[in-house]
């Protein structure tokens, strides 16, 4: 019996195997809060995934991911893992620009869970390098999966690309804070990306010494993989992570120079 939250990694995981027979390898990379949780040791499960997109036009790409939701063989692998039925995008209402493409999905279950996640596709141009990797064993054994290549942002890169949102965001989020926190040991200074946001770390710091414990526990917490739920759950833990997080940002710009 797999929780909500393994059903959304899940659903994830089974549906970038799909994209990978649909798109052409060099048209897309996994970014976000799912690049970090399937190759960078996160403990933090993301509810939605993000993908950059380039070359192939709205319709083209609409079309691709609307024959991998309506697939049987998709529905049926899902199905092994308890995940009974899925209920597609409303493509009327749905965002599909030049620029964002969003399809949301819920996941049925046949004890009546309805599980919401969503995958968006976003055309504002690759942010650096991209790796293609094989999904780590840890990651795919506890669900008996098989092997799987992604393209994804290396770490450095997704690093950089959480200090842009710190930046960007009309409302600070406590997941980029975590997801800084998390990639801290995952890069090092020497191998910082050259193109980071602004002109030096202090407003990125600022935001994130800024986010408190409550945005932290309303909106990150539940997502946190059982054994790290207890660790971070006090307001002492969460300003290390603060802490920790700004540190790395600091070393980043200083290794840049």
């Keep these: ?14 549906f970038l195997r799909q994209l990978a027979v649909e798109l052409p390898p060099n048209a897309w990379v996994l970014k976000g809060g799912v690049n970090l949780r399937l190759f960078f040791h996160s403990l933090r ?3 939605d995934m993000d993908i950059d997109v380039g070359m192939l036009p709205v319709v083209s790409v609409q079309k691709r991911v609307m024959r991998i939701l309506s697939s ?5 692998t899902l199905r092994t893992y308890g995940i009974t039925g899925l209920t597609p995008p409303d493509m009327a209402a749905a965002k599909q620009t030049a620029v964002t493409q969003r399809f949301k999905v819920h996941l049925l279950t046949a004890d ?13 141009g690759f942010s650096g390098e991209a790796a293609a990797e094989s999904v780590p064993a840890a990651v795919l ?3 008996a999966m098989a092997p799987l290549i992604v393209r994804h942002y290396p ?3 997704a690093a950089a690309q959480k200090m842009t949102a710190v930046l960007s965001r009309s409302t600070p989020q406590a997941r980029d804070v975590f997801d800084l926190y998390l990639l801290s040991t995952q890069v090092k200074p020497p191998e910082a990306p050259a193109a980071l946001p602004g002109e030096g770390p202090g407003p990125v710091k600022e935001v ?3 986010t408190g414990f409550e945005l932290f526990r309303d909106s990150v917490a539940e997502y946190l993989a059982p054994e790290a739920a207890g660790i971070y759950a006090s307001p002492e833990a969460w300003d290390e992570v603060k802490l920790k ?3 790395f940002v600091e070393e980043l710009y200083a290794a840049r120079g």
């Design 208 to 210: 994130i010494l800024g």
């Design 112 to 124: 009546g869970g309805d599980y919401f996640t969503k995958v968006e596709f976003s055309r504002r």
């Design 141 to 143: 054994r506890p669900y």
């Design 1 to 14: 019996m797999y929780t909500q939250l393994q059903l959304r990694e899940i659903f994830h995981i089974e």
């Design 45 to 47: 499960y993301s509810e």
């Design 72 to 76: 049987p063989a998709f529905k049926a």
């Design 155 to 157: 770490a450095g890169q």
């Design 245 to 247: 997080a700004a540190a």
